[in-house]
């Protein structure tokens, strides 16, 4: 019974989308966050994939005056062909989000320095493009969709968190 289902899953696989058969891929990128006000961040990104599951690490940073803001966040992922395209694919998971906010002054007289640290658990929803470039190497496109709950500890549930993201990178499959 174990073999029959084994079967079925990789005629599944290699009927929807030869490209989540590879058994270990790897990848970096250049990103681009949103946040709900319009504005777009720059960053970077890290992903590692086995089978049909992926897990990507954003990184976002920005510096004004005393002040830094980081946003990091973590996605695991499950990947489904979509029958648009075979180099088309959704991913649906979940997010864990860090962001840090950091005030340093240079005045010396007083401490007037603050650091400050959120974390959040969410749902992802994205879809990707791939294109082979070789055997082994892929370049992609995506966007992510990450939306959390805004008050878990507040309270406050009639609101939520999102971050956007566009992606783009390279990658190789072992």
């Known amino acids: 019974m174990r ?76 990947l489904y062909p979509l029958p648009v395209s075979r180099y088309v694919q959704a991913l649906t998971g979940m997010a864990v989000l860090n962001e840090s906010t950091d005030i340093t002054y240079t005045i010396s007289d007083a401490n007037f320095d603050k650091s400050d640290s959120r974390y959040n658990v969410g749902l992802l929803l994205g879809l990707r493009a791939t294109a082979e470039l070789t055997k082994t190497v892929f370049f992609q496109l995506g966007w992510d969709a990450a939306i959390f709950p805004a008050g878990i500890a507040g309270g406050l549930f009639l609101s939520t968190g999102r971050k956007q993201i566009l992606f783009t990178g390279m990658g190789i499959r072992w």
Request: glycine residues 12%.
């Open 3 to 78: 073999t029959c289902h084994l079967r079925v899953a990789l005629m599944v696989c290699l009927a929807g989308a030869p490209s989540l058969c590879y058994a270990f891929r790897t990848g970096a990128g250049l990103i681009s966050l949103e946040e709900g006000d319009d504005r777009h961040r720059p960053g970077v990104m890290v992903s590692m994939g086995y089978g049909a599951w992926e897990s990507r690490f954003f990184y976002v940073a920005r510096s004004f005056g005393p002040v830094l803001e980081r946003s990091s966040l973590l996605t695991v992922a499950g």
